[in-house]
T-cell receptor, first 113, second 114 residues
Framework: DTGVSQNPRHKITKRGQNVTFRCDPI?????LYWYRQTLGQGPEFLTY????????KSRLLSDRFSAERPKGSFSTLEIQRTEQGDSAMYLC???????????FGPGTRLTVL | AQSVTQLGSHVSVSEGALVLLRCNYS??????LFWYVQYPNQGLQLLLK??????LVKGINGFEAEFKKSETSFHLTKPSAHMSDAAEYFC????????????FGGGTRVLVKP
C-alpha cells in the first residue's frame, strides 16, 4: 500500500492556459474523490467516481473543469482557460465503497498568475 | 444538506495542557463524523471517525472525540498537548446516501507554546 499519489505537486501557470492533474488512488479502492482547498479554508467537494463512473459533480465545478477516471484506476482533473480564482490546493482521496474512511493524497498546489 | 461549524479558527495551548477543539454539525440523517489533521503543505490525515458505534471514539496520537447527538457536537480533545500537535484540524461530516462525500468545517489552527 503506497498511499494516494498526486502529480505534479506544484503547478504555476499563466491565466488562460490549460492544466491537468493526475491522481493515483490506493490500488484496491473503487471510489475516488476530488476536493479543492483555498488558503485558510476547509476542503470543498468537487466530484467523485465509483470505478469509472462519475456519480456526482459539485456546482463549484464549472464547465471549464473536467474529470475522468478511465478504466477505474487513476483519475485526471483538467482545468481549461485557467483564471486567478482557480489558484488552490487540489486534493484527491480514495476509499472502498463499503467503508467510510477516505485516504488523501498530498495535493497539487496550483498558482495562476 | 449537511454542514459543519468549527468554533475558533485559532487555538493556542501550552505544552502539556488540554487541547479542546469544538465541532458542531448539521445532518438530516445519522451522520458519519471525522477529524482530520493537516500539516503544512501536506494532505489530510485521519485522526478518528464516528460511524454509529461507540459514542466515545479514540484516535491516533492520543486524541479522542465524543459524539453527542442531543448537542449535535463532535468535539476533539487531547489531555496533554505536545509540540508536534501544532497543525490545522478539520472536522468533517458525510452521509452514506450522499456518496460519502465529505463536508468540512473551516478548520482550527493549533499553536502549542513551550
Amino acid at each position: 500500500d503506497t498511499g494516494v499519489s498526486q502529480n505534479p505537486r506544484h503547478k504555476i501557470t499563466k491565466r488562460g492556459q490549460n492544466v491537468t492533474f493526475r491522481c493515483d488512488p490506493i490500488s484496491e479502492h473503487n471510489r475516488l474523490y476530488w476536493y479543492r482547498q483555498t488558503l485558510g479554508q476547509g476542503p470543498e467537494f468537487l466530484t467523485y467516481f465509483q470505478n469509472e463512473a462519475q456519480l456526482e459533480k459539485s456546482r463549484l465545478l464549472s464547465d471549464r473543469f473536467s474529470a475522468e477516471r478511465p478504466k477505474g484506476s487513476f483519475s485526471t482533473l483538467e482545468i481549461q482557460r485557467t483564471e486567478q480564482g482557480d489558484s488552490a490546493m487540489y486534493l484527491c482521496a480514495s476509499s472502498l465503497a463499503a467503508v467510510d474512511e477516505q485516504f488523501f493524497g498530498p495535493g497539487t498546489r496550483l498558482t495562476v498568475l | 444538506a449537511q454542514s459543519v461549524t468549527q468554533l475558533g479558527s485559532h487555538v493556542s495551548v501550552s505544552e502539556g495542557a488540554l487541547v479542546l477543539l469544538r465541532c458542531n454539525y448539521s445532518s438530516s440523517v445519522p451522520p458519519y463524523l471525522f477529524w482530520y489533521v493537516q500539516y503544512p503543505n501536506q494532505g489530510l490525515q485521519l485522526l478518528l471517525k464516528y460511524t454509529s458505534a461507540a459514542t466515545l471514539v479514540k484516535g491516533i496520537n492520543g486524541f479522542e472525540a465524543e459524539f453527542k447527538k442531543s448537542e449535535t457536537s463532535f468535539h476533539l480533545t487531547k489531555p496533554s498537548a505536545h509540540m508536534s500537535d501544532a497543525a490545522e484540524y478539520f472536522c468533517a461530516v458525510s452521509e452514506k446516501a450522499a456518496g460519502n462525500k465529505l463536508t468540512f468545517g473551516g478548520g482550527t489552527r493549533v499553536l502549542v507554546k513551550p
